[in-house]
């Protein structure tokens, strides 16, 4: 088991930055999977980017080339670098761990794109 906690949303205005941080209680090095996912009101929830074991990653089409995920092992902590935003990219942000075949998420942070 594993418990998250995400930091780093508000509001920023179109062509802003945030970097999201997701907090772990335990080491993540271990973790062959750590996740960005997000909603938006009256949506569900979508997949934005992954990051495994290897440091390989993968992004949603919508976000590639702006947002860069990050893991550091040393300090249990999972990021997401958001740079040019968007007002689609309002949403609330979850991180997610996958351990044993089982998602845990965090509680999710509010992220509010506008001018």
């Known amino acids: 088991q594993v418990q998250l906690v995400e930091s780093g949303g508000g509001l920023v205005q179109p062509g802003g930055s945030l970097k999201l941080s997701c907090a772990a209680s335990?080491?993540?090095?271990?973790?062959?999977?750590l996740g960005w996912y997000r909603q938006a009101p009256e949506k569900q929830r979508e997949f934005v980017a992954s990051?495994?074991?290897?440091?390989?990653?993968n992004y949603a089409d919508t976000v590639k080339g702006r947002f860069t995920i990050t893991r550091v092992n040393a300090k249990n902590t999972l990021y997401l670098q958001m740079n040019s935003l968007k007002p689609e990219d309002t949403a609330v942000y979850y991180c997610?761990?996958?351990?044993?075949?089982?998602?845990?998420w965090g509680q999710g942070t509010q992220v509010t794109v506008s001018s």
């Open positions: 990051i495994t074991i290897g440091d390989n990653t």
């Open positions: 997610s761990a996958t351990i044993a075949g089982n998602v845990y």
């Open positions: 335990r080491s993540i090095s271990s973790i062959y999977v």
